[in-house]
């Protein structure tokens, strides 16, 4: 991939800046008291300028949801023929987790550590990431169900794909307490879940898929 110009290098450094402003004033002065004009301020930039980012304060705290989502969409659809429908989920959530590390949402970095802390510690911004988890939940299982529609019924993708957001909400959580990046405990809780679900014996039209192939 070519390396990006010189006006799209500024962009996300002013990106990257807003972000920041936001973060610290959100620690300082508490979510709910910091407007879009005090970001603004202390980034240096007009308030226009700030819209040209963000659609409100909140996206701030939940910028490239789309990217990340994509990531792991593409990964279902770009399967072999011979991919096994764990594997591909597991690539899938992989290929989401790798689609942040350039950016401001890059699980080993201090600011997605700041990120997780200030929403985990804000019940309207833990509503909203659930919001969002779950829309990608659903999005995912529906692909994976379309991927591999004899072995699973939509309730059956939901259940797998749950498992691994659900775990990885967990254990994102025990990072942010301890102040450590999530990295490492998001990764392995992945690995963790979809090594056990390829151990466990499956249920229903996914067991005959599997006795089939015997």
């Given at each position: ?11 996300q ?12 004033l959100?620690?300082q002065e ?8 005090r970001i603004a301020?202390?980034a240096e930039?007009s ?33 072999a023929?011979?991919?096994g ?5 597991d690539?899938?959530i992989h ?15 201090r600011?997605?550590?700041r990120r997780?802390r200030?929403?985990m510690?804000t019940p ?11 829309t ?6 529906g ?8 072995d ?9 794909v ?9 254990a994102?959580s ?6 450590q ?9 992945v ?5 056990a679900?390829r151990?466990?014996?499956p249920s ?10 015997r």
């Open positions: 991939m070519p390396e990006p110009g010189l006006r799209e290098r500024k962009k450094r002013t990106r990257r800046t807003l972000i920041e402003s936001a973060y610290e959100f620690e508490g979510y709910e008291a910091t407007t879009v004009a301020e202390a930039v308030v226009a300028t700030f819209f040209n980012y963000f659609a409100s304060k909140d996206d701030v705290l939940f910028p490239d949801t789309g990217d990340v989502l994509t990531a792991g969409l593409d990964a279902i659809a770009a399967r023929a011979d991919d429908p764990i594997d591909v989920l690539r899938a290929a989401m987790i790798d689609s942040t590390r350039s950016g401001s949402r890059d699980p080993a970095g600011l997605e550590t997780l200030l929403i510690s309207q911004l833990r509503a909203r990431m659930l919001d969002h988890a779950f990608a939940l659903r999005r995912l299982a692909a994976l169900h379309h991927a591999y529609p004899d699973f019924d939509e309730a059956d993708a939901t259940v797998l749950g498992g691994v957001f659900g775990a990885g909400l967990a994102a025990v990072a942010v307490e301890h102040d990046p999530s990295d490492r405990t998001l990764t392995r809780s690995d963790l879940i979809t090594t679900l151990n466990l014996p229903g039209r996914w067991r005959a898929a599997q006795e089939g192939e």
